[in-house]
């Protein structure tokens, strides 16, 4: 089966603090995602990785950073938590080309205090 | 750049009631389209896809067609169940090459037995 996991469902943080989550698949993918989804905005796209080492800025990057080193493995890093970052933050994978599905993992949601 | 109007919900339905979700888009070219649901406590997984014009993409029970003359891709399903209770998110590929999609904000359906 198929998976795309993410290391926590729950996490709670404090301002300012150096927040990591991490994202791996088990299908060989080399593309990589991570949105964040708030109610009534859908999701959005903070950065994508289409390669290791590789990473491209999506539509809201700021206050974030990314970390490829392995194909498997996609980190987002928050340099420094704010509570407006607290949100349910999704991690998918897809093979490349447009008519690929995306496979998504449980997602973490993550409360900045 | 990609833009998706998807039908505001929440929308409640008794079950075996008829289903339509509007999604137009606006794009450059052609893009695959996709819809993706979901289930409560879930990350998402797709429901169903079009690559080309006037395709039908099913999946379920559910069905939608790519409108290329209306830029839309309206998911419907003749008898709606209980537990198709769920966030649905209709999303336009973003260009052909990486395999970015662009979600619209997402659709709230409680179906009641």
Same mark, same amino acid.
């Given at each position: 089966d198929v998976k795309v996991t993410q290391s926590s469902r729950y996490l709670v943080k404090r301002t300012g603090e150096k927040v990591f989550l991490e994202c791996v698949q088990d299908?060989?993918?080399?593309?990589? /995602?991570?949105?964040? =989804?708030?109610?009534?905005? $859908?999701l959005r796209l903070i950065y994508f990785s289409y390669d290791v080492k590789m990473k491209e800025k999506g539509d809201i990057p700021e206050g974030y950073s990314?970390?490829?080193?392995?194909?498997?493995? /996609?980190?987002?890093?928050?340099?420094?938590?704010?509570?407006? =970052?607290?949100?349910?933050?999704?991690?998918?994978?897809?093979?490349? $080309? $447009? #008519?690929?599905? =995306? #496979? /998504? $993992?449980?997602?973490?949601?993550?409360?900045?205090? | 750049g990609n833009s998706v109007t998807q039908m505001e919900?929440?929308?409640?339905?008794?079950?075996?009631?008829?289903?339509?979700?509007?999604?137009?888009?606006? &794009?450059?070219?052609?893009?695959?389209?996709?819809?993706?649901?979901?289930?409560p406590g879930e990350g998402l997984q797709l429901l169903l896809k079009a690559t080309k014009a006037d395709d039908k993409g099913s999946n379920k029970g559910f069905e &939608?067609?790519?409108?290329?003359?209306?830029?839309?891709?309206?998911?419907?399903?003749?008898?709606?169940?209980?537990?198709?209770? &769920?966030?649905?998110?209709? &999303?336009?590929?973003?260009?052909?090459?990486?395999?970015?999609l662009t979600f619209g904000q997402g659709t709230i359906l409680t179906v009641h037995p």
């Open positions: 299908m060989d993918h080399e593309n990589m /995602f991570w949105y964040r =989804q708030d109610p009534g905005l $859908g990314v970390s490829r080193e392995k194909k498997e493995r /996609f980190s987002l890093i928050l340099e420094s938590a704010s509570t407006n =970052q607290t949100s349910m933050y999704l991690c998918a994978s897809s093979l490349p $080309g $447009g #008519f690929n599905e =995306q #496979f /998504f $993992g449980p997602g973490t949601r993550l409360t900045v205090l | 919900g929440p929308v409640t339905l008794s079950e075996e009631a008829f289903l339509t979700i509007n999604c137009t888009y606006t &794009a450059t070219g052609y893009p695959s389209l996709f819809w993706y649901v979901q289930y &939608a067609t790519y409108r290329k003359e209306t830029t839309s891709f309206h998911l419907e399903k003749g008898s709606v169940q209980v537990s198709d209770s &769920a966030v649905y998110f209709c &999303a336009p590929a973003v260009g052909t090459s990486y395999g970015k």
